[in-house]
């Protein structure tokens, strides 16, 4: 399975960026999707997390009302839909993909079984 991240840049605080993730070698519709960032010498963090059949989504407390994870199915994609960005969202974005059962618990353990390689988003203040 491999992910394929893309969409990270440069932006002014108060813009926005839309992250996407492509997926293949699997079965996309089998798993649990996250975006996951580490911001430079902080150790890595969840950010938002999405079920397979999008009922649910899960954003850590920092992103909440700003950031809106998204899915296509039959793209094999997932989005982070990120608005009023802030200097402190300047980080590295991996996407990862988690098979079987999950918890919000598990997300925020940042238990996921496939990684992306990351794209980086700078926010100038």
């Known amino acids: 399975v491999q992910l394929q991240a893309s969409g990270g840049g440069l932006v002014q605080a108060g813009g926005s960026l839309r992250l996407s993730c492509t997926v293949s070698?699997?079965?996309?519709?089998?798993?649990?999707m996250g975006w996951l960032r580490q911001a430079p010498d902080k150790e890595r963090e969840f950010v938002a997390a999405i079920t397979r059949s999008e009922s649910n989504t899960y954003y850590v407390d920092s992103v909440k009302g700003r950031f809106t994870i998204s899915r296509d199915n039959a793209k094999n994609t997932v989005h982070l839909q990120m608005n009023s960005l802030k200097s402190e969202d300047t980080a590295v974005y991996y996407c990862?993909?988690?098979?079987?059962?999950?918890?919000?618990?598990?997300?925020?353990?940042?238990?996921?079984?496939?990684w992306g390689q990351g794209t980086l988003v700078t926010v100038s203040s």
């Open positions: 990862a993909a988690r098979r079987g059962g999950y918890s919000a618990a598990s997300f925020y353990a940042q238990r996921f079984d496939y």
């Open positions: 070698g699997g079965t996309f519709s089998n798993y649990v």
